[in-house]
C-alpha cells in the first residue's frame, strides 16, 4: 500500500486487544522499526480500552493475579513490572505481591503506547473499535470484513482473540432464558447486578468461581458452588519454597511415565524443599514437550481422567484469596457441594425465579436465587465455537481444529494450518495466531510468559515475510496514523 506520503508501507491487522494482542502489536513494531520496515498495525476490537481482555478488565480489587508480580513482566526486564506499578502505587511493591488484576491491564496498555512511540518513524499503530467477522485471502493477502461495514486490506493478520465464549451448554433452556442466568461473569457489573438479599448459585468451582465468591459473599446470603468433582484450586504458598535445581528435560513418553514422573518430584520436592510447588513449577519449561509426546489416544485419557487434577495444582489461587475463600466456608457464607447438576435440577417458573435441587449433604430445593453464575470456564473446542470469525475460517479451510480440537492447528511459528493445500505453489495465508487457541499443540499457552515468546515469534516470522516483499530503497517518514492505545 501507499501511505498518505506516496511512500509503501506494510499493513498487518492484529484480531484482539487483550493480553495476546497488545504483547503481539507491541512485538510487531519493535520487530519492524529494528529492521528498518514500515509497517502499519491495525489493532481490530470494540472494546473501549486497550490490554484488558477478559482477563483484566475486572474493577473489584479482590480479584488479584494469580501469579506474582515478579514474574508478569511483559518484556525482557523481569523487574519491568514491578517498577511500572511501584512509580504508581507511590511504594516498591515486592516481586512476591499478588496484584489487582486491572493494574495489570493498564500496564499492558501503558507497554503498547512506549512501544508505538519508540517505534517511530517506521512502525505506526492505529486502533479499529470494531469487531473482526470474516476473513478471505487475496492475492497472497488478507482482507478482513467487520461488524460494522468496513474492510480491511492487510499484508498479514495475528488472530489474537483470546478464549473463546463461556461454555453454556448445561444450562436448560428455561433458565437460559430466565433474566436470572449469567452467561459470562465477567460481563461489567454483574456482581452489582445480582440482588443482594437472595442466594447464588456458581456452576464450577476453579479459579473463576474464588473471584465470583469474594464479590458475593456477604452477611445474610449463601453463595453456593457445584461441580462434578468439588474440588477447589490449591493455593500458592504465602512465602515461596526454594526452587528445585534445574534439571534436564524428562525422556517420558507415556502417561503413566508422566504420572510417575510428577508424583516422584514431588515427594523429592517436599523433603528438599518442604513444598510440593516448585515440583509443578520446575516442570513448566518442558510441559509443551511432555504433552507432544504423548500419543493422541493418552492426551484424550488425560483431559478425561487427569485434567482436573493438574489445573487444581497448576493453577493456584493467591494466598489472599485463599483466606477469604476459607473464611467463608467457615462461616457457611460459601458452600461447596459435589455432584452433577441435570435440566431436572432446576425448576424455572412461569415469572422468571429460579429454584435449584442441590446435591448432598444439602439435598433439596434452594429458595428463589439472585442469580446462577456460569463459572465452568471458556469453550475450547473450536468446533463449538460461535465467533463469526472461527466458523468463517474453519467453513473456508483457512484453518483447521488443532488436536482434539482445542483452538487451531498451528506451524511451529504460530501460522494457522490450513484444512487443505493451498491451491498452486505458495504458502498458505499469512495468518497467524497465539494464546488460548494453540491450545491443543503446546498445552500451556495462555500465561504471560508462554504469551510474550509466542508474540516475538509471530513479530519475527510476519516481518521477516514482509520484509521479503519490501521495496529495494526505501526512506522513513512521519507515521501513517498513531491513535490513542
Known amino acids: 500500500m501507499s501511505d498518505r506520503h506516496g511512500e509503501t508501507a506494510f499493513r498487518v491487522t492484529v484480531v484482539g486487544a487483550g493480553a495476546a494482542g497488545t504483547l503481539v502489536c507491541a512485538a510487531l513494531l519493535n520487530e519492524a522499526s529494528a529492521d528498518g520496515l514500515r509497517v502499519r498495525v491495525d489493532l481490530v476490537d470494540p472494546s473501549p480500552d486497550t490490554g484488558r481482555g477478559v482477563a483484566y478488565r475486572t474493577p473489584d480489587p479482590r480479584h488479584l493475579l494469580n501469579v506474582p508480580a515478579g514474574r508478569m513482566s511483559a518484556t525482557d526486564d523481569a523487574d519491568d513490572f514491578r517498577r511500572w506499578l511501584s512509580a504508581r502505587e507511590g511504594r516498591a511493591v515486592g516481586p512476591g505481591e499478588y496484584v489487582p488484576r486491572a493494574r495489570y491491564g493498564g500496564y499492558l496498555a501503558d507497554r503498547l503506547r512506549s512501544a508505538a512511540s519508540d517505534a517511530a518513524p517506521y512502525g505506526s499503530l492505529r486502533r479499529v473499535h470494531d469487531r473482526a467477522e470474516g476473513v478471505r485471502p487475496r492475492d497472497g493477502a488478507v482482507r478482513l470484513s467487520l461488524r460494522g461495514g468496513a474492510v480491511l486490506e492487510s499484508d498479514a493478520a495475528v488472530l489474537a482473540i483470546g478464549h473463546l465464549a463461556p461454555r453454556t451448554g448445561w444450562a436448560p433452556p428455561a433458565l437460559r432464558a430466565s433474566g436470572r442466568f449469567v452467561a459470562d461473569p465477567w460481563w461489567p457489573g454483574v456482581p452489582a447486578s445480582i440482588p443482594g438479599d437472595r442466594d447464588v448459585l456458581l456452576v464450577g468451582t476453579g479459579l473463576t468461581m474464588c473471584d465470583m465468591a469474594r464479590s458475593l459473599v456477604r452477611p445474610g446470603r449463601t453463595v453456593y458452588a457445584v461441580s462434578t468433582h468439588g474440588l477447589l484450586p490449591a493455593a500458592h504458598a504465602p512465602a515461596p519454597a ?38 509443578l513449577d520446575a516442570l513448566r ?59 431436572e435440577d432446576f425448576r424455572v417458573t412461569a415469572s422468571g425465579e429460579v429454584r435449584v435441587r442441590l446435591p448432598a449433604p444439602y439435598a433439596g430445593w434452594t429458595g428463589p436465587l439472585g442469580a446462577v453464575v456460569n463459572c465452568t470456564g471458556t469453550e475450547g473446542r473450536v468446533t463449538e465455537a460461535a465467533d463469526p470469525l472461527v466458523r468463517g475460517l474453519l467453513a473456508a479451510g483457512l484453518a483447521r481444529p488443532g488436536p482434539h480440537a482445542l483452538g487451531f492447528d498451528t506451524a511451529p511459528d504460530g501460522r494457522l494450518l490450513p484444512a487443505f493445500p493451498p491451491p498452486g505453489p505458495g504458502d498458505p495465508a499469512p495468518l497467524w495466531t497465539l494464546g488460548s487457541l494453540r491450545r491443543g499443540n503446546l498445552w500451556e499457552t495462555t500465561a504471560i510468559p508462554e504469551i510474550r515468546v509466542q508474540a516475538n515469534r509471530i513479530a519475527t516470522a510476519v516481518v521477516a515475510l514482509l520484509a521479503s516483499h519490501r521495496p529495494a530503497e526505501r526512506q522513513p517518514t512521519t507515521p501513517y496514523l498513531a491513535q490513542p492505545v
Open 285 to 343: 519449561p518442558h510441559t509443551t514437550a511432555l504433552w507432544q509426546r504423548l500419543s493422541a489416544a493418552e492426551q484424550r485419557e488425560f483431559l478425561r481422567t487427569r485434567l482436573r487434577w493438574w489445573e487444581v495444582h497448576r493453577h493456584r489461587m493467591p494466598p489472599d484469596t485463599h483466606a477469604a475463600v476459607r473464611g467463608a466456608l467457615g462461616t457457611g457464607g460459601l458452600r461447596v457441594l459435589r455432584g452433577a447438576l441435570s435440566a
Open 242 to 279: 526454594a526452587p528445585l535445581a534445574p534439571c534436564p528435560p524428562p525422556e517420558v513418553r507415556s502417561l503413566a511415565a508422566l504420572e510417575r514422573l510428577v508424583m516422584l518430584r514431588a515427594a523429592r520436592a517436599r523433603r528438599v524443599c518442604g513444598d510440593w510447588r516448585p515440583a
